[in-house]
């Protein structure tokens, strides 16, 4: 029999580990608990063949899969407020995510932030959504005061993909696609450096694989230095896009109702309104100069 004291005792240990459990998780989300304001943002861009490389199971949300649009250009993984130095805020706000927001930006969110995965991600609190929530509420979420709302967000996001376009860069340096060269690191970094005079930061797989690399932004989206890369050896790689191995067949699409319902809505465009990157009071407008649409597929 335990005494009352002592079932005291056990009572705050056991409510002491539940909120530590609650407040920090091992995937670097913190839920509920006050966050310091953020220092800058990193615009995260993915390698879309590294992406698909393990990619066996197909579904209509996969981009690996889409036969005519597979994307063949470093494509949207997220902006993330970050901190200096190490860390970052994440889930900030109890908002969910709310397609219907994003609308009219939905054609250019599918095309250029697509998901190379199957099914649903967790986010905060383990709900689980499409990849475009997850980033919007790990990550979106914790923009203030810069950004405030969802729709923003999206719109933030694609403007400045469309302002650097990182794939430009490293082609006009003769950093293109292929399975067998490799190139120094050192060339990789000063391609862009030679574009947009700032460092960015590169993430690899084995052997040097490129799968992301990092833009940096002030508060202002003015860009700034990246912090130094780590995961990348002395040559790395930037491999072609391969069809993913494997049967892609129909009967093993997977995909939940809600993603479909995502995948399959148009953009509902108002008639007076020329354009989704329209400029509003609320946009910068020198994020907007210079913001063009990037070739097809
Ligand atoms: P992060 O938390 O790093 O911003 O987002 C990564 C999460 O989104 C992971 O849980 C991952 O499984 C999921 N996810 C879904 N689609 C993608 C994708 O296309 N690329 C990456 N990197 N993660 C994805």
């Not at 069809?243 to 067949?249: D, F, V």
Request: glycine share 6%; net charge positive; with cysteine.
């Amino acid at each position: 029999m335990i005494k009352a004291g002592s079932r005291r005792v056990v009572f705050v240990v056991v409510v002491v580990i539940g909120i530590v459990v609650v407040v920090v998780d091992g995937g670097g989300f913190t839920v509920g608990k006050e966050q310091r304001e953020f220092d800058y943002f990193i615009l995260a861009l993915q390698w879309p063949s590294t992406s698909c490389t393990n990619v066996t199971v197909c579904c209509t949300t996969n981009a690996c899969c889409r036969r005519a649009v597979s994307p063949t250009e470093f494509t949207i993984h997220g902006l993330w407020p970050k901190y200096e130095g190490k860390g970052w805020p994440s889930c900030c706000t109890n908002e969910t995510f709310d397609e219907t927001q994003i609308r009219s930006l939905f054609e250019d969110v599918d095309k250029y932030w697509p998901t190379y995965r199957c099914g649903l991600v967790s986010s905060c609190d383990n709900r689980k959504g499409s990849f475009w929530a997850h980033q919007y509420e790990k990550h979106g979420t914790c923009g203030s005061p810069v950004i405030l709302q969802e729709y923003d967000y999206f719109l933030t996001t694609l403007t400045l993909f469309y302002k650097y376009n990182v794939t430009e860069a490293l082609e006009n340096a003769e950093i293109v696609a292929s399975d067998t060269k490799k190139y120094p690191i050192q060339d990789v970094l000063n391609a862009v450096h030679s574009a947009f005079k700032v460092n960015p930061k590169l993430a690899c797989v084995k052997k040097g694989i490129i799968k992301e690399i990092y833009l940096c932004f002030d508060k202002q989206f003015k860009l700034r230095d990246c912090d130094a890369t780590k995961s990348c050896p002395k040559s790395v790689k930037l491999p072609k896009f391969h069809k993913p191995h494997g049967k892609l067949n129909r009967s093993k699409l997977i995909g939940t109702r809600r993603e479909l319902k995502m995948s399959s809505m148009k953009p509902k465009r108002n008639p007076n309104e020329k354009s989704h990157r329209r400029r509003t009071d609320k946009e910068d407008p020198s994020l907007l100069r210079g913001a063009h649409k990037r070739r097809t597929y």
